[in-house]
């Protein structure tokens, strides 16, 4: 049975432009697109985890705010909750201390990047709220 493992993950915002990070090469899932984030280790919050995964990747101090969605993921080796937080940076610049890269896009720009399967959900609903041409329902 594959573990389950609890996630945080944070929505940065740059005026009309979102923070996306390019995980290493050697790591599972190489290369592919994230957002910020990483576990929750025990004894944490999910706040706590993020302000720690953000200092630790990038470099910044985070202000979190609202939880904004939850998503859950199964990889053929681990399952994930994941759970997005609105955020801003209130201190320092974005570094890439971990990430091979990292970007601020447009809602309409992030098709052109291969996201990690767990964050494709995020993109669809930043892309049904930011996105003209909003032709379905919500």
Known sequence: ???????????????????????????????Q????GG??????????????????????????????????????DITIHLTVFNASITQGMPQKLEHNDIRWILPEEAGRFDFCPADRAILDKIQKEHCHGKGTGS
Not at 11 to 28: N, T, V, Y
Not at 33 to 36: A, R, Y
Not at 43 to 72: D, F, P, S, Y
């Open 39 to 76: 576990k929750v280790e025990p004894g944490e919050t999910k706040q706590q985890a993020l302000i720690r995964e953000c200092q630790e990747e990038l470099g910044v101090v985070l202000c979190v705010g609202a939880e904004w969605m939850q998503t859950v993921h199964c990889y053929p």
């Open 33 to 36: 697109w994230e957002f910020v």
């Open 1 to 31: 049975m594959e573990k389950q493992v609890e996630v945080v993950a944070a929505l940065i915002w740059q005026e009309d432009r979102f923070l996306i990070c390019q995980r290493p090469a050697q790591k599972a899932r190489g290369l």
